[in-house]
């Protein structure tokens, strides 16, 4: 199976700042077609997961272009511009590319300082 | 639009089974997939299995021998039965579907909290 680890667990921010949450995989995630399926979703309290980005980097519907990804093979990045307060809340990056099972990070809490 | 929506009896005793029914609609189960997650308390996500189009199935091989998704295309609704239940199953189940376009699981129901305790 591949291991999803994100860094850091915790991250305090302030209102306006600049946030980076990173996401490494235990093998490569670019599938034979060619496509790299690593995924973000943000999980408000109390809600259900939402994805944000898929496949590296692209925005799902409704998501601001503050939120933008980044990475390739193993390594990934989201970042968040200018975080507003409706940004808070847990990131979980997740892989299909190498399913089943489909895997997932264990989350990075984006909370204010 | 896609939606989905658990439905679960909340509380199981411990060494019991869990039933937990997904009810969809925006799509047909004929045509896609529907994956079950959960996820326990302040903790994170974990992929427990999917039922295809075409009733065919893939499990967690952790779970392998206790758990059973089925589903009824007629009803629009996907079911999950996890047996022989332990405290550590204490979890929110989701069912969530796939965007096969994009990738990712773009839809999600509300998610059902089950407890196990005696």
């Known amino acids: 199976d591949v291991v999803m680890t994100q860094t850091p667990l915790s991250l305090p921010v302030s209102l306006g700042d600049q946030a980076s949450i990173s996401c490494r995989s235990s093998?490569?995630?670019?599938?034979?077609?060619?496509?790299?399926?690593l995924h973000w979703y943000l999980q408000k309290p109390g809600q259900s997961p939402k994805l944000l980005i898929y496949?590296?980097?692209n925005r799902f519907s409704g998501v601001p272009d503050r939120f933008s990804g980044s990475g390739s093979g193993t390594d990934f990045t989201l970042k968040i511009n200018r975080v507003e307060a409706e940004d808070l809340g847990v990131y979980f990056c997740s892989q299909s590319t190498h399913v089943p099972p489909w895997t997932f990070g264990g989350g990075t809490k984006l909370e204010i300082k | 639009q896609v939606q989905l929506k658990e439905s679960g009896p909340g509380l199981v005793a411990p060494s019991q089974s869990l039933s937990i029914t997904c009810t969809v609609s925006?799509?047909?189960?004929?045509?896609?997939?529907v994956s079950w997650v959960r996820q326990p308390p302040g903790k994170g996500l974990e992929w427990l299995g999917v039922?295809?189009?075409?009733?065919?199935?893939n499990y967690h091989s952790a779970l392998i021998s206790r758990l059973n998704i089925s589903k009824d295309n007629s009803k629009s609704q996907v079911f999950l039965k996890l047996n022989s239940l332990q405290t550590d199953d204490t979890a929110t189940y989701y069912c969530?579907?796939?965007?096969?376009?994009?990738?990712?699981?773009?839809?999600w129901g509300q998610g059902t909290l089950v407890t196990v305790s005696a």
């Open positions: 093998q490569s995630l670019v599938h034979s077609n060619g496509n790299t399926y």
């Open positions: 496949k590296v980097s």
């Open positions: 925006g799509f047909s189960l004929t045509n896609y997939g």
């Open positions: 969530a579907k796939e965007d096969y376009g994009k990738g990712g699981f773009a839809y």
């Open positions: 039922i295809w189009g075409d009733g065919s199935t």
